[in-house]
């Protein structure tokens, strides 16, 4: 029996989608761009997100998932459907099996939401799977061995921190602090102390460029250009690694805040584990510059990123996907 099976990383900023065999294939933003006159798809993905802040009254572009769920459930089943059949390219003779990796902490109508959509998408069959079980696989970690290990996995819309140990998540807590606070807070601030208005994409880049969780013995800088809150004519200024550390701050503090509560839930025997082996950091958000010392500094415990973590929940997808039987325990519903 010829089946096509698919795994799926459905992000608020990136789709991510890993084919067996073959890898991750398709890596684009989650941003759909709709005509506002007959409601119809235009772009999705690179082309969608070269969109943002830039279209007339009459397209609008956005991001049909907010803080790991999904916010507007028609552009994401067409979303979905877009990124399956690019996936599975040309004449299709079966339907897809697609697994589905979603935030720990969503609710069980979330967690429908997801499925329906994935199935109206063209899937035959559709699994979910849990963020910090995935991201494990994807980094290397033995979950199935009897010991403790912790995963903090940072994205676009939540943050997943979870202790994992035979196969099954024992403490865990998903906090919606990611990427996209990161962006907002940058934006915000950048309003706030330089009367500058920057878009979502410039924001990011700054975040991306010369952001960092803590103040940087060489400081980096980028010239930014915006509008001018006052005049409102175009503007250029210098901003430093050290605005953007103080201006996510908060949403730091969140994260740290999350990771104490998971190791205060965590058994003692994990708990020494955790602290033998130390904590991993994955998700595209972990890249921040100095986060894994701040983590370490904070709690006590070793911390390091992991290889690729952008694609550790895409990958860890498609294993357990390639293994379905074994990893029967840790999906919650098909």
């Known amino acids: 029996m010829f089946q096509k099976k698919i795994g799926i990383d459905l992000g608020t900023t990136t789709v991510l989608v890993y084919v067996p065999k073959r890898g991750i294939i398709i890596h684009e933003p989650s941003v759909v761009a709709i ?18 802040g830039r279209t007339p009254e009459t397209i609008v572009a956005r991001r049909p998932l907010k803080d790991g769920v999904i916010a507007d459930y028609r552009t994401t089943e067409a979303m979905l459907r877009y990124f399956i059949n690019k996936a599975l390219g040309g004449v299709r003779l079966f339907r897809p099996e ?6 720990g902490g969503i609710t069980s109508t979330e967690r429908r ?19 910090p079980i995935v991201a494990a696989i994807g980094a290397n970690i033995p979950i199935g061995s009897p010991s ?21 998540i024992v403490a865990s807590e998903s906090v919606r602090i990611g990427g996209v606070k990161f962006d907002a807070a940058i934006s915000e601030y950048i309003r706030r102390k330089y009367g500058l208005a920057i878009g979502e994409r410039t924001s990011e880049d700054i975040k991306i460029q010369i952001g960092a969780a803590m103040y940087l013995p ?8 915006g509008r001018d809150m006052i005049t409102g004519l175009p503007k250029i200024i210098e901003v430093s690694s050290d605005d953007v550390t103080v201006a996510i701050q908060q949403e730091l503090e969140g994260i740290i805040s999350t990771v104490k509560e998971v190791l ?54 498609g294993i357990a996907l390639e293994n379905l039987e074994a990893y029967k325990r840790s999906i919650f519903t098909s």
Do not use: N
Not at 35 to 52: P, Q
Not at 279 to 289: P, Y
């Open 35 to 52: 005509s506002y006159a007959d409601k119809k798809i235009l772009a999705v993905g690179k082309e969608a997100k070269d969109m943002l």
């Open 113 to 131: 939401a997801v499925i329906d959509a994935t199935l109206a998408a063209g899937a035959k069959a559709a699994y979910i799977i849990k963020e």
């Open 218 to 225: 060489d400081k980096l800088s980028m010239e930014v250009k």
């Open 148 to 168: 403790g290990h912790m995963i903090i996995d940072i994205g676009g819309g939540t943050s997943e921190m979870a202790v994992i140990s035979l196969g099954g």
């Open 98 to 103: 697609v697994m589905v990796a979603v935030p």
């Open 264 to 317: 205060h839930k965590t058994p003692p025997e994990l708990s020494a584990d955790v602290m033998d082996k130390g904590i991993v950091l994955s998700g595209g958000s972990s890249q921040l510059r100095s986060l894994d010392t701040l983590i370490a500094e904070a709690t006590g415990v070793p911390t390091f990123v992991a290889e690729d973590p952008q694609q550790c929940v895409a990958k860890g997808t």
